[in-house]
């Protein structure tokens, strides 16, 4: 399970370095910003900040309970991020290494652009790039060896995978060029710039994930 705890603490920091809030409100705004944790349950979520709380990173206080709201009337758990969780943070954001390539990874990574220098977003989609061109050769050597051994629908399935990588491929050109021209046009001295392109052919992402991208 460590796995998944390597995605889901950044996450839960990055989300608590905006602003403070109770798990109800996390797990909304963590099912919200990423996909692949739409179906996080409170049996995940809370042993995750149970630890980070452990480590010094995030702090819990309980606040008042709403008197008009229905339901519960128990005071309610606030989580904050600690300077050590902020420091603690920064390094990971700072990281640029093959693991933020990856599925998962890449996904909380990009989810939290808007924090990270200009320097290691050029180099997390540079990777992730080359992982889905990687990807690509992959796929379309298996069609090529296995094509007349397979049937129509497994054929639609592997093309279908194809399609979805060159698309993220594309993807990746528009906010990479993007990323060189904002370096290219921003003066010495000056902060990051939030993250918006818009590709070739249409798409186009935001830091928050606003849009859906499609995966392969």
Known sequence: MRGRSDVL???ILGLLHESPMHGYELRK??????????????????????????????????SPADPHAVGSKRARIVYQITADGKEHLQSVLASSGPAAWEDENFDVRFAFFAQTDAETRLRILEGRRTRLTERLETIRQSISRTRERMDEYTLELQRHGLEQAEREVRWLD?????????????????????????????EHAAPARTTEKERG
């Open 9 to 11: 603490e950044p996450a």
């Open 29 to 62: 705004r963590l099912n919200l910003v990423l996909g692949s944790f739409r179906a996080l349950s409170y049996g995940s979520l809370y042993p995750c900040l149970k630890s980070l709380a452990e480590r010094g990173w995030i702090v819990g206080t309980e």
């Open 174 to 202: 528009g906010l990479i060029d993007n990323e060189r021209g904002a370096r290219r046009a921003r003066p010495a001295g000056t902060g990051h710039r939030t993250v918006a392109a818009s590709t070739a052919d249409g």
